[in-house]
Each structure stands twice: as structure tokens, then as C-alpha cells.
């Protein structure tokens, strides 16, 4: 099912892709568009991992340089039946979490220095727990695919103004509406990758930890933390990777239509119930 909607998903990309080439360039400009998304889908399949990490500065850590945030990875994905994920801290003061890689053999798990200060050995072992049950859920390939090609998208926008413009009418319009509806079309990609995971993501860090109080406390501290400052670095195309959104202070028109994520108070209330299940 995971596959199915990994391929679905790329599927709508390139024929998202394709269909804005035509209206730059036509039936030539059909088969450009056509030839980049596949390679940009076989570039972002392989590469997309290590783009994000780099673009957040974050370094791989081994088990001497962060013995405690190594071994609470290592018993997650021991408990979860993963193969175990590399480590890497983001240096950013600002608390924030996501998983990357293309699949659990290819995974990585990236905390930033302001989550290990502000939670304690419980929050972040749920936080991480989330982080790790995207990883057994396929759920990081389609999020570092989408991180790739959704910037790629909305950047066509910007091309159909040099290509479409002019003083024909009929260029003009089609302009503008690529400026209007292109930007949109990486927040529309959020949307269909992160809402329903993320409540996922939560119920099976939850189950796998055996405490579910562990991540609403984490997610309540995130939350109020996230409101006051941005992650450095973070994009609108990134930031459905994360546990919590990086823009989650700002102020955007229909921000709940548009969210990456679901409301903090939503997820918490979620795992209050599965309380009783669990124990």
C-alpha cells in the first residue's frame, strides 16, 4: 500500500510537471518537462536525503560523540524491527526534529541542539519514536521525494514569466495564472503527504514506546517554542518533514486550509485516548 501511494504520488508530480510544459513550450516543451521529472524523481529517489541534511548543516553523530541520543535510536529501531538509522544533530537553538532516506535501510533521524536542551530523556525518546515510525512506514521517501520536486514545481512558475510573457493577451494570462496557482502547488503536496501520517507517525511512536505522555509533553513544549521563533534555514517545501512546523509563528491566510500538519492540540488529544488502549 506504501508503494502504491509512493507511486501515485510521483505520478501526479510529473504529470503536474508535464502539463506546465506544454503551456510553456508545448508539445516540444510536453517532452522537456517530461525527461526532467524523470530525472529529477530518479535524482530525488537517491539524493534527496542528503540535500535536506545538508541544507539544515546537520552532522552525522556516532555513539562516542552522543552516546545517550545514539542508544535511544538504536532501541527504537530495535523495538520497531528496523535496521538502525543514522544519526545527525542540526546546530540550531531552535527545538525540531525529522527523518529522512529513501528507505529503513537508507534512513537518517536529524534532532536539533535546541530539542536535546529544551526536552528531557523521555520527550526526546518520543519525539524520536514519531520520527522512527515514519521511517518503518516508507513515510520519509515520499516527504525527501516531495521536499525535491515541489520546489522544482513552483519554480516553474517563475520560468513561465520569462517564457510566457510579452504583450500577447492570451501569455499574459497564462502567466499570471502560473504565478497565482504554481507557488501553491508545494503546499497542496504537503497537504497529501503529511496530515494523516502525522497522526500516524504519533499513534505508533505511542505504541512503541508504551507512553504516550512522553510525546504530548515533547509536542506541547515544541509547539509553544515553535510559535516564538523559525527553525534557520526552513522552507515551506521542507517543512512538512518535520515533527513540528518550522512556521507554525506566522500569521498566513487559511493556515489551517494549508497546514502541513495537524493542530498540536488535535495530536494531543489523539494520543490522551489511546492512553487507555496502550495500558
Same mark, same amino acid.
Given at each position: &500500500?506504501?508503494i502504491?501511494?509512493t507511486v501515485?504520488?510521483l505520478t501526479?508530480?510529473? *504529470?503536474m &510537471?508535464?502539463?506546465?510544459?506544454? *503551456? ?11 525527461? /526532467?521529472? #524523470?530525472g529529477?524523481?530518479f ?11 545538508k ?8 555513539r562516542?560523540?552522543?552516546?545517550? *541520543? @545514539?542508544?535511544?535510536? !538504536? ?8 535496521? &538502525?538509522?543514522?544519526?545527525y544533530?542540526?546546530?540550531d537553538?531552535?527545538?525540531? /526534529? ?6 529503513p535501510s537508507h ?7 535546541? #530539542?536535546l536542551?529544551?526536552?528531557d530523556?523521555?520527550?526526546? !525518546? ?11 512506514h516508507?513515510?520519509?521517501l515520499?516527504?525527501?521525494?516531495? /521536499? ?7 519554480l ?8 510566457r ?7 499574459m494570462?497564462?502567466s499570471?495564472v502560473l504565478?497565482l496557482?504554481?507557488?501553491l502547488?508545494a503546499?497542496?503536496?504537503? &497537504?497529501?503527504?503529511?496530515?494523516n501520517?502525522? @497522526? ?5 511512536? /505511542? ?5 504516550p505522555?512522553w #510525546? ?7 509547539d509553544? @517554542?515553535?510559535?516564538?521563533g ?9 517543512a512538512?518533514?518535520?515533527i513540528?512546523?518550522?512556521f ?20 494531543i488529544?489523539?494520543l490522551?485516548? *489511546?492512553k487507555?488502549?496502550?495500558r
Amino acid at each position: &500500500m506504501e508503494i502504491f501511494k509512493t507511486v501515485f504520488l510521483l505520478t501526479g508530480l510529473t *504529470l503536474m &510537471m508535464i502539463f506546465v510544459g506544454n *503551456l510553456l513550450g508545448g508539445q516540444t516543451g510536453m517532452i522537456i518537462a517530461f525527461i /526532467a521529472a #524523470l530525472g529529477m524523481n530518479f535524482f530525488s529517489y537517491f539524493n534527496s536525503d542528503k540535500l535536506v541534511l545538508k541544507r539544515y548543516n546537520a552532522h552525522e553523530v556516532s555513539r562516542n560523540q552522543a552516546h545517550g *541520543l @545514539y542508544e535511544i535510536v !538504536e532501541r527504537l529501531a530495535q523495538r520497531a524491527g528496523t535496521p &538502525m538509522p543514522k544519526v545527525y544533530i542540526i546546530p540550531d537553538s531552535t527545538p525540531n /526534529a525529522f527523518a529522512t532516506g529513501r528507505n529503513p535501510s537508507h534512513a537518517a533521524v536529524a534532532v536539533t541542539e535546541g #530539542l536535546l536542551e529544551l526536552l528531557d530523556k523521555h520527550e526526546i !525518546e518520543g519525539v524520536l519514536a514519531h520520527e522512527m515510525s515514519h521511517v518503518k512506514h516508507y513515510d520519509i521517501l515520499i516527504g525527501t521525494v516531495a /521536499a525535491t520536486l515541489a520546489g522544482a514545481i513552483a519554480l516553474l512558475a517563475q520560468f513561465g514569466m520569462f517564457f510566457r510573457g510579452g504583450d500577447n493577451r492570451n501569455n499574459m494570462i497564462v502567466s499570471l495564472v502560473l504565478m497565482l496557482v504554481m507557488p501553491l502547488a508545494a503546499s497542496i503536496i504537503q &497537504m497529501a503527504v503529511s496530515r494523516n501520517r502525522e @497522526y500516524m507517525a504519533d499513534e505508533g511512536a /505511542a505504541r512503541l514506546t508504551g507512553h504516550p505522555e512522553w #510525546l504530548q509533553s515533547a509536542l506541547s513544549k515544541l509547539d509553544m @517554542y515553535a510559535r516564538s521563533g523559525d527553525l534557520h534555514n526552513a522552507t515551506p517545501q521542507t517543512a512538512h518533514m518535520f515533527i513540528i512546523n518550522p512556521f507554525s509563528g506566522h500569521n498566513i491566510s487559511f493556515k489551517s486550509l494549508f497546514s502541513t500538519h495537524p493542530s498540536t492540540a488535535n495530536r494531543i488529544e489523539r494520543l490522551e485516548i *489511546l492512553k487507555d488502549q496502550i495500558r
